[in-house]
């Protein structure tokens, strides 16, 4: 009987009030965590209220801006809303204000955060072809959201993790950590992908939506196979490259085309259709993406090959043949093939007039440098030297450099896989510092941006033809096909409008 705190015992030991208060809350929060799913009627173990999952959307959306960046386009932006909000009043959870944000990368992907926070990247925009399988896509994100996937997982960590549930009870500042460590557990799911039933049911639910919006529900098939042509593709190319290979919706073992489960979820949509659902919309699409760029953008620095160009910050370096160069909004990062080793570069601001090496000790916060000597690269001046820290490998010897131009210290953090082979390696650390210099004048036009272009394909040409005449820098005769839907082996016919890049 629980009449009075005081009579409840534990081996003839008054159990402490408050532990008996989190012993009540918690009984009561496991027995009503079974909610019905507002999407598939069944009852799902959740342990975060409509509130809740809300604010957690709204307070990690600015760090997605943040880590990728807005498309400056208002009127492609405007688009993406458009279309999303149209898809998100024929959901089942229609009663969300919904926001539709298009980002600044040329990653392919889009996801969704808990509460109708929902990311496409102009990555992907790219190798679209309809306002339908743009539809499909935000569809999709939105199923995520109307079955609560991603409040799905969390409830299942916080379920594991009784310990913090406890804690955050009895010391409530834990309960900001656990919002941000909640974030950083999410991430990869809402970035990357659910398992494939998470994922199986938001194509079903997306289905559902973009038919009752009047587009055709087979646009789910048509776009989840583009992205899986950039899954067969990069799996080759991250073989050339040494790496892991990247996939968005990488959960059909085979082509979506001969996917059964997922016709069977087409098929089912095509019965909640009405009988104008046959929106594809293909040459309003291509005219709102004329224009968009394609790859990297100037705001954020633009690779040409081994090269790196920045406009805006006016700089421009070189890096070793092979290596793989990653553009992101804060940082510069190179390695080299199979990860041997690897190169990140950041901007930092110069509060203080202090040469290089003093910066490095103080703001670097590097107390012990050993092999220290002063750099001089094409006029600038720069510090060099060896310690040791944490990598993303553990436990290595880091070269670490820093170089001023203008208001700025370029910092170069460079360590390798294996703890033994910064000699093998510290050779091409030196040159790629060595080699950065502010941007020349005959550089510029490399600083420039590449963008999509449409035209209408003429008699004779093929897509090999149109790759000699293309600015894409590296496998440009694959990813033209990828972009027009024609991969592997497809080529244009007279008269149809395609996407060329410029």
């Given at each position: 009987?629980?009449?009075?705190?005081s009579?409840?015992?534990?081996?003839?030991?008054?159990?402490?009030?408050?532990l008996?208060?989190?012993?009540?809350?918690?009984?009561?929060?496991?027995?009503?965590?079974?909610a019905?799913?507002?999407?598939?009627?069944?009852?799902?173990?959740?342990?975060?209220?409509?509130?809740?999952?809300?604010?957690?959307?709204?307070?990690?959306?600015?760090?997605?801006?943040?880590?990728?960046?807005?498309?400056?386009?208002?009127?492609?932006?405007?688009y993406?809303?458009?279309?999303?909000?149209?898809?998100?009043?024929?959901?089942?959870?229609?009663?969300?204000?919904?926001?539709?944000?298009?980002?600044?990368?040329?990653?392919?992907?889009?996801?969704?955060?808990?509460?109708?926070?929902?990311?496409?990247?102009?990555?992907?925009?790219?190798?679209?072809?309809?306002?339908?399988?743009?539809?499909?896509?935000?569809?999709?994100?939105?199923?995520?959201?109307?079955?609560?996937?991603?409040v799905?997982?969390?409830?299942?960590?916080?379920?594991?993790?009784?310990?913090?549930?406890?804690?955050?009870i009895?010391?409530?500042?834990?309960?900001a950590?656990?919002?941000q460590?909640?974030?950083?557990?999410?991430?990869?799911a809402w970035?990357?992908?659910?398992g494939?039933?998470?994922?199986?049911?938001?194509?079903?639910?997306?289905?559902e939506?973009?038919?009752?919006?009047?587009?055709?529900?087979e646009a789910?098939?048509?776009?989840?196979?583009?992205?899986?042509?950039?899954?067969?593709?990069?799996?080759?190319?991250?073989?050339?490259?040494g790496?892991?290979?990247?996939?968005?919706?990488?959960?059909?073992a085979?082509?979506?085309?001969?996917?059964?489960?997922?016709?069977e979820?087409?098929?089912?949509?095509?019965?909640?259709a009405?009988?104008?659902?046959s929106?594809?919309n293909?040459?309003e699409?291509?005219?709102?993406?004329?224009?968009?760029?394609?790859?990297?953008?100037?705001?954020?620095?633009?690779?040409?090959?081994?090269?790196?160009?920045?406009?805006?910050?006016?700089?421009?370096?070189?890096?070793?043949?092979?290596?793989?160069?990653?553009?992101?909004?804060?940082?510069?990062?190179?390695?080299?093939?199979k990860?041997?080793?690897?190169?990140?570069i950041?901007a930092?601001?110069?509060n203080?007039?202090?040469?290089?090496?003093?910066?490095?000790?103080?703001?670097?916060?590097?107390k012990?440098?050993?092999?220290?000597?002063?750099?001089?690269?094409?006029?600038?001046?720069?510090?060099t030297?060896?310690?040791?820290?944490?990598?993303?490998?553990?436990?290595?010897?880091?070269?670490?450099?820093?170089?001023?131009?203008?208001?700025?210290?370029?910092?170069?953090?460079?360590?390798?896989?294996?703890?033994?082979?910064l000699g093998r390696?510290?050779?091409?650390?030196?040159?790629?510092?060595?080699?950065?210099?502010?941007?020349?004048d005959?550089?510029?036009?490399l600083?420039?941006?590449?963008?999509?272009?449409?035209?209408?394909?003429?008699?004779?040409?093929?897509?090999?033809?149109?790759?000699?005449?293309?600015?894409?820098?590296?496998?440009?005769?694959s990813q033209?096909r990828?972009?027009?839907?024609?991969?592997?082996?497809?080529?244009?016919?007279?008269?149809?409008?395609?996407?060329?890049?410029?």
């Amino acid at each position: 009987m629980i009449g009075c705190w005081s009579s409840v015992t534990v081996k003839d030991t008054p159990l402490p009030r408050v532990l008996f208060s989190v012993f009540v809350l918690l009984c009561v929060s496991l027995v009503s965590a079974c909610a019905v799913n507002p999407a598939t009627g069944e009852r799902d173990f959740v342990l975060m209220s409509e509130s809740a999952e809300i604010k957690l959307g709204r307070e990690s959306h600015q760090q997605v801006v943040d880590q990728f960046g807005l498309y400056d386009d208002p009127e492609l932006q405007a688009y993406v809303q458009k279309v999303g909000e149209q898809l998100a009043l024929n959901s089942h959870r229609s009663d969300l204000v919904y926001r539709f944000t298009l980002l600044d990368s040329d990653q392919v992907n889009a996801f969704a955060l808990p509460g109708g926070y929902i990311y496409i990247t102009r990555g992907i925009m790219a190798y679209l072809n309809s306002e339908a399988e743009l539809a499909a896509v935000l569809g999709h994100e939105i199923g995520h959201v109307t079955a609560r996937h991603g409040v799905q997982q969390a409830s299942q960590q916080q379920a594991t993790g009784f310990g913090y549930l406890i804690g955050s009870i009895l010391v409530p500042e834990l309960r900001a950590a656990g919002a941000q460590n909640l974030f950083n557990l999410l991430s990869t799911a809402w970035i990357r992908g659910y398992g494939r039933e998470h994922e199986l049911e938001a194509d079903s639910l997306g289905a559902e939506y973009i038919a009752k919006s009047g587009y055709q529900p087979e646009a789910m098939i048509e776009v989840i196979g583009v992205l899986k042509n950039q899954e067969i593709f990069d799996k080759d190319l991250a073989a050339l490259e040494g790496r892991e290979p990247r996939a968005y919706h990488g959960v059909f073992a085979t082509h979506p085309k001969n996917d059964t489960r997922l016709q069977e979820v087409v098929g089912k949509a095509k019965a909640l259709a009405n009988k104008n659902a046959s929106r594809v919309n293909r040459d309003e699409y291509l005219s709102k993406v004329e224009g968009m760029v394609f790859g990297d953008s100037e705001e954020q620095g633009i690779r040409r090959g081994s090269s790196f160009y920045h406009a805006e910050l006016g700089f421009a370096l070189d890096f070793p043949k092979n290596w793989r160069i990653e553009n992101r909004p804060s940082s510069l990062i190179a390695q080299a093939p199979k990860g041997e080793a690897i190169i990140r570069i950041r901007a930092e601001d110069i509060n203080k007039r202090v040469d290089a090496g003093e910066f490095i000790k103080t703001r670097l916060k590097v107390k012990k440098l050993e092999q220290g000597r002063a750099l001089s690269s094409h006029g600038l001046d720069g510090y060099t030297g060896l310690t040791r820290g944490n990598t993303p490998f553990g436990q290595r010897d880091i070269r670490i450099s820093a170089l001023y131009l203008g208001t700025k210290a370029y910092t170069f953090f460079a360590t390798t896989k294996e703890a033994d082979a910064l000699g093998r390696f510290d050779e091409a650390f030196l040159q790629t510092t060595a080699s950065f210099h502010a941007l020349l004048d005959k550089e510029r036009p490399l600083a420039k941006a590449l963008s999509i272009e449409i035209v209408e394909a003429q008699e004779g040409d093929t897509y090999a033809k149109l790759a000699k005449d293309t600015r894409i820098p590296n496998y440009a005769e694959s990813q033209l096909r990828l972009m027009n839907d024609q991969y592997p082996q497809g080529e244009p016919k007279p008269g149809q409008r395609i996407k060329i890049v410029k």
